[in-house]
């Protein structure tokens, strides 16, 4: 972690984006996804993966005008919280093509953080934080939040407000049992763009690439 921070930002960023990232670094959730049980790319673990896109995030956020940092951080943060490690994962498997990880994980990373850190749902704007996620993936589409099995690999549970902006989200755009549009707000754009940059960065090869889609990756080394 502290590399990643070198490589990116002076002293004084990294001070003010550990002010922003410090309840969800310091969570065992995080902590968790930070271990080699949950490979992200190959062998770069999902919490380096999250780190590596919210710094660049922040950095992007910075150039620009009336764009909400912390927002656009969070976002990065909680984009990929989804619950099981995806890769070589029996306990991954799904019924329905289009409950695949690939499809499905935004609303995994909604429905936890939103449990994980309702403090940061309480202080940001749902609708932003909610829909910056679950299109981060875009042009990738994602799976509608609907009645249908989903086939979701958690046990937490999402109501109210944040269950309507979700439903809400996923709705736009929708083709069947997939939504199929970009982020309505900058922040999720910068986070979907950061995240893109960060996967071109690490993938190594075709493998890496098709393994998004078929779960099954070769060039991870246990
Ligand atoms: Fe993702
Ligand atoms: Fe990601």
């Known amino acids: 972690m502290i590399e990643l921070l070198d490589k990116y930002l002076n002293n ?3 001070k003010e984006f550990l002010e922003i990232v410090k309840p969800i670094i310091e969570s065992e959730e995080f902590k968790y996804r ?3 049980v949950f490979k992200h790319h190959d062998n770069i673990t999902l919490g ?4 590596e896109v919210a710094i660049l995030t922040y950095l992007e956020c910075k150039k620009r005008n009336n764009v909400s940092i912390n927002e656009a951080v969070y976002i990065a943060m909680m984009h990929d ?3 099981n ?3 070589n994962n029996p306990n991954n498997k799904v019924k329905y093509f289009f409950n695949k990880h690939g499809f499905r994980h935004p609303v995994e990373a909604v429905i936890n953080s939103a449990n994980w850190f309702p403090e940061i749902y ?3 704007d749902i609708n932003i934080l909610i829909d910056g996620i679950i299109h981060h993936m875009y042009p990738l589409p994602v799976r509608v939040y609907n009645d249908k099995n989903l086939e979701l690999k958690t046990n937490n ?4 407000d944040l269950k309507k902006a979700l439903i809400d989200s996923t709705n736009r755009c929708k083709i069947g049992d997939i939504s199929f549009c970009r982020s309505r707000y900058k922040e999720g754009r910068i986070v979907s763009m950061c995240d893109k940059k960060v996967t071109r960065i690490h993938l190594k090869n075709v493998t890496s690439l098709t393994s998004g889609v078929t779960g099954r990756n070769k060039n991870i080394t246990n």
Do not use: M, R, V
């Not at 380096?48 to 780190?51: A, M, R």
């Not at 549970?157 to 109210?160: E, K, V």
């Open 34 to 36: 930070c271990t080699s």
């Open 12 to 14: 004084e960023e990294q």
């Open 157 to 160: 549970q999402i109501d109210g």
């Open 85 to 87: 490690p995806w890769q």
């Open 122 to 124: 309480k202080k940001y």
């Open 81 to 83: 919280l989804y619950t």
């Open 48 to 51: 380096e993966h999250i780190l």
